[in-house]
């Protein structure tokens, strides 16, 4: 039997641990803005949705209830500037789906997948689970015409680098792939999350113009709506793209529980909620911005999404080590590509609380 662990990188948190251990041994004990994991309450509205629907003795539907299906194609219509008609389906939480992207279409060894030259360590892992072959790159240019890309990924606003991509290169992105066959998958997580910029989707009608072929958005309402731990995320695209996901899927039994479902139209119909925690991580975010400004830091793009991309100028783990010594834990650049082996990545995902202690103890 083939150990399949064994393709894969270390896994990234678990090198974080010794770090996360003196941080834990500060007197005021521990700021973890590492991993990014929502602190805030699940808002009410959606804990209803979840207790009403918890009566759930059947089996769910896989590709969503008629109800969550029309929620996400309205949110996307919304929300993306999406005016053409659109396969949609819920996911499992957005991981398990770029971890399963793919092999689910069909990438296999000998095909190329294009990731971004910093980014989300999860895609890598996804192609490793493929056998295929990864390529970093933010160039087009750069990749020539290999005939090999099967797939391209994009991130916008980027994790970790809060970067935005305009719509004028997420045009060229899909014409570019388009002409090659290959499809363009956006992960989108972030999109609710502009702070000086704003984000476009690819599914926009100034990308696409309402003709999605090829082209997949993932979407996630772990951060948007603190759901991480609800495993609540949606896909929207290429019809045909999407239907061919929903039959693997089936066989799989990759499906998203009742109960989760219907919290997720609760949560899809209501913006109020998301306006209220976006003014929690606003003000986190200038609270931290300002204080790793002052203690030496430079933030770099962080226009948009929940992390401050941050540098000392030094080894990464060179300042997660001094991070830590004052109980302040980071994710190190390194987790995100060998372009980033001099920043770290700061969450806003803290209490209140927690972010002015972060604050206090960065002030010189």
């Known amino acids: 039997m083939t150990v399949l662990s064994a393709t894969l990188p270390d896994f990234p948190w678990d090198l974080l641990e010794p770090a996360k251990a003196v941080a834990a041994a500060h007197p005021g004990g521990i700021v973890d803005l590492s991993i990014g994991t929502p602190v805030d309450p699940v808002p009410p509205l959606i804990r209803a949705a979840l207790s009403d629907a918890s009566d759930a003795p059947g089996y769910p539907l896989t590709a969503g209830t008629p109800a969550l299906r029309a929620a996400i194609a309205g949110w996307l219509a919304r929300t993306c500037d999406a005016s ?24 296999r060894p000998g095909d190329v997948v294009v990731i971004p030259q910093v980014c989300y360590p999860t895609y890598e892992v996804g192609v490793r689970l493929a056998g295929a072959e990864v390529v970093r790159s933010d160039s087009l240019t750069a990749l020539g015409p290999d005939p090999r890309v099967k797939l391209v990924w994009i991130n916008s606003p980027s994790n970790p680098t809060g970067r935005v991509l305009p719509a004028a290169h997420l045009r060229k992105v899909v014409d570019w792939a388009r ?173 209140d609380e927690r972010v002015a202690e972060a604050v206090a103890r960065l002030t010189p």
């Open 179 to 351: 002409e090659r066959g290959a499809v363009v998958v956006s992960d989108e997580c972030y999109l609710s999350l502009g702070w000086d910029e704003t984000p476009v989707s690819v599914l926009a009608d100034e990308v696409c113009g309402g003709d999605y072929t090829g082209v997949i958005s993932v979407h996630s309402l772990s951060k948007r709506s603190n759901l991480a731990g609800y495993r609540a995320g949606f896909l929207g695209g290429d019809p045909a793209l999407i239907a061919e996901l929903l039959a693997v899927r089936k066989h799989a039994g990759m499906i998203v529980p009742a109960p989760v479902q219907a919290a997720m139209v609760a949560a899809l119909g209501d913006e109020t909620h998301v306006s209220e925690q976006r003014a929690l991580y606003s003000a986190r975010r200038e609270a931290l911005r300002d204080a790793l400004a002052k203690a030496g830091f430079s933030i770099e793009h962080s226009t948009a999404g929940l992390y401050l991309w941050s540098t000392r100028g030094e080894d990464c783990w060179a300042t997660v080590d001094w991070l830590a010594e004052r109980g302040i834990l980071a994710a190190p650049g390194a987790f995100y590509g060998p372009a980033a082996a001099r920043h770290v990545r700061i969450a806003l995902t803290a209490t």
């Open 84 to 107: 053409g008609r659109l396969g949609v389906l819920p996911t499992i939480g957005s991981k398990e789906l770029v971890a399963w992207l793919p092999t689910l279409l069909g990438v």
